[in-house]
């Protein structure tokens, strides 16, 4: 093993430059980027907790539009025992009234546009 040194200087270069982007985003600070969303409500509590909210809203609000419309089913009890009407404009909205730099701003970030909005009324913002 008289060219074990080189070989070790090989395995870090070849280390180095596969966790080349790991480095780049640690050193750009980009990796920790995320949108700057603006949560405007004086409520405490989400719907439901905020770590599911963050990754699963989305299968949350479709099970509230199947319940609602194949089994007419408005009333969803969460996790506090609050009860809520299982509505897109009156309850996520009504809290999260500002849409645009809550819901839009994080979707853009990620490139989502949901279309739910060319039905469901938005409801006038403030902040
Ligand atoms: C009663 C008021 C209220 C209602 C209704 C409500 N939210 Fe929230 N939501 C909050 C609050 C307050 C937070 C922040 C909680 C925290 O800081 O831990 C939050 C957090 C969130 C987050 C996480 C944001 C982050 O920090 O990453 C998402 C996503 C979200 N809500 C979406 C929704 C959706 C979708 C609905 C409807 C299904 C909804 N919310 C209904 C009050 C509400
Ligand atoms: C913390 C960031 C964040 C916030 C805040 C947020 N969303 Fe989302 N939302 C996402 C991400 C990320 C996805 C895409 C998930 C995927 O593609 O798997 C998504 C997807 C969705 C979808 C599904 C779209 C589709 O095409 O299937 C709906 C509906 C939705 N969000 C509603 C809302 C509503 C309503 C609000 C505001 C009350 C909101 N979201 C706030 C991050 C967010
Ligand atoms: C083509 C029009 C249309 C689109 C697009 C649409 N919806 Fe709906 N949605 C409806 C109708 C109609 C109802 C029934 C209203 C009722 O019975 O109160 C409804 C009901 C709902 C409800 C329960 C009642 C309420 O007031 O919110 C939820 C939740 C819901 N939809 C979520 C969504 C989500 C999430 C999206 C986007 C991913 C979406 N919808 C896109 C037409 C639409």
New binding site residues.
Partial sequence: MYDSGKIIIGLLLFFGLIASPIWYNLASGKGSYKPD?K?V?T?????AP?PY??TS?MD??YS?RDLVVRENHRSYNSFTGRQ?DMS?TG??L???SNKTEFCDKCHSFVGEAPFCWDCHVVPKEGN
């Fill in positions: 969303i949560i409500t409520e405490k509590q989400c719907v905020t909210m963050r809203h949350l609000v509230w809520y897109l309850t996520c009504n809290c999260h």
